[in-house]
């Protein structure tokens, strides 16, 4: 699976970007989708998580309320919709497909090992 991240760029605190994952694979509508994020020096953190049919929705404690994971099955994309963005949320963001549709432990759909497939990630800054 390749997938095409794209959307991120500059914007003031307070403004929106909306985020897509270009996903090439005839069976998108299997996976799962993650947003993670990454700054230098850190490690990738989670963000949120749509999966397969009509499973989970995962949002980070941190972007819960302001950010919106959706996909669209007929166009092979996953979309994550910022508001209200914060200097906090710059960052190069990835998206990632899971292969497995369900977990036991929901502490799975967060983990980044659980994803098989990443995107090139897109930069998004928000200036204070």
């Known amino acids: 699976v390749q997938l095409q991240a794209s959307g991120g760029g500059l914007v003031q605190t307070g403004g929106s970007l909306r985020l897509s994952c270009l996903a090439a694979?005839?069976?998108?509508?299997?996976?799962?989708y993650g947003w993670f994020r990454q700054v230098p020096g850190k490690e990738r953190e989670f963000v949120a998580r749509?999966?397969?049919?009509?499973?989970?929705?995962f949002y980070s404690d941190s972007v819960k309320g302001r950010f919106t994971i959706s996909r669209d099955n007929p166009k092979h994309t996953v979309f994550l919709q910022m508001n209200d963005l914060k200097p906090e949320d710059s960052a190069t963001y990835y998206c990632?497909?899971?292969?497995?549709?369900?977990?036991?432990?929901?502490?799975?759909?967060?983990?980044?090992?659980?994803?098989?497939?990443w995107g090139q990630g897109t930069q998004v800054t928000v200036s204070p």
């Open positions: 694979t005839s069976t998108f509508s299997r996976y799962g």
């Open positions: 990632a497909a899971d292969p497995r549709s369900r977990y036991r432990d929901s502490a799975q759909y967060r983990n980044r090992n659980s994803y098989d497939y």
């Open positions: 749509i999966s397969n049919g009509a499973g989970p929705i």
